[in-house]
């Protein structure tokens, strides 16, 4: 099932026909009070939603997919997780272009461990990436994103995937500069997600997608999953030995290589086999 959220908080599911609103079903959530949980609630419950999106899908006619605004697919991500360096390619251009590598040695997950991207810089396919302090260089990620969909700790590998609740595609916007990774990947829009969630079900292996970013039509990062160094598991299972995983977090499973720089005025379309396509505007 694909789901998306559009135009303020809207929940749908999308087919050959549009999309299909089902905000009514969330009426089914447990209403909280303070203090709130910090995970999603929708992603959190997404097992007994899914047969009620279902049927309600089906029951009311789609919407013009060009006539609705769509927003990131995750409300309350409590946190965005990045892998560095996990691309082989990628970590050869970042030694050969010392604005990408600053001349620190490129470390892999084992030794560099993940980062941190703030919440607060998501956005969805219908927002513009924004680009902050023009006079420096802002360059597209493209990768796979996991969004988790049940608690996890201490899980194994084998275990990992059983704990994601599906797929999207997410752009890992950088700034460049010698600054934390966490400061300079962080900023409003930084942290691109959609065009919706495809739930894990329709894709069995997310270590095998082809992947594709073009910027004013010209391909940059063309690659497939199959390349990650640590695969999807893998990440899965070393993130939780650090963090509680919670339902509707996002892993950014790093970059292939044909990282490059956008700027204002700037097209991207972002492709991931079996998740879809996603048009960003970049402005300034
Ligand atoms: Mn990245």
């Known amino acids: 099932m694909r789901i998306c959220r559009f135009d303020g908080g809207r929940i749908g599911v999308v087919k050959d026909d549009g999309v299909h609103d089902v905000t009514g079903c969330l009426d089914r959530l447990p209403a909280l009070r303070y203090p709130y949980p910090l ?13 009620l999106f279902e049927a309600m899908a089906a029951a009311v006619p789609g919407l013009d997919m060009a006539a609705v605004r769509l927003e990131n697919p995750v409300a309350n991500a409590s946190k965005v997780i990045g892998t560095p360096s996990n691309y082989k390619k990628h970590v050869e251009e970042a030694g050969r272009d010392p604005m990408i590598g600053q001349g620190r040695p490129r470390q892999t997950l084992k030794e560099a461990g993940f980062f941190l991207k703030a919440n ?12 902050h302090f023009a006079d420096r260089r ?16 201490n899980v194994t590998e084998a275990e990992a995937l059983d704990h994601v609740a599906g797929y999207t595609i997410g752009l890992d916007m950088t700034l460049r500069g010698a600054e934390d990774r966490s400061l300079r990947k962080s900023i409003d829009t930084y942290s691109v997600v959609g065009p919706w969630l495809v739930t894990r079900d329709e ?20 690659s497939n999953t199959r390349h990650m160094i640590y695969n999807v598991a893998q990440q899965i299972a070393i993130a939780s030995t650090f963090y509680t995983l919670l339902p509707g977090d996002i892993i950014m499973t790093g970059t292939p290589e044909g990282v490059g720089p956008v700027k204002a005025g700037d097209r991207m379309c972002a492709e991931i086999e079996k998740i879809g396509a996603m048009d960003i505007a970049v402005r300034d």
């Open 39 to 51: 995970d999603d609630q929708l992603i959190a419950h997404l097992d007994e939603l899914q047969p």
């Open 203 to 222: 894709i069995d292996d997310p270590d095998d997608l082809d992947m594709t970013l073009r910027v004013n039509g010209e391909t940059r990062q063309s």
């Open 138 to 153: 802002t360059d597209h990620e493209l990768e796979l994103a996991a969004v988790i969909g049940r608690k996890a700790k």
């Open 120 to 131: 607060t810089s998501l956005c969805g396919a219908g927002d513009a990436l924004v680009v």
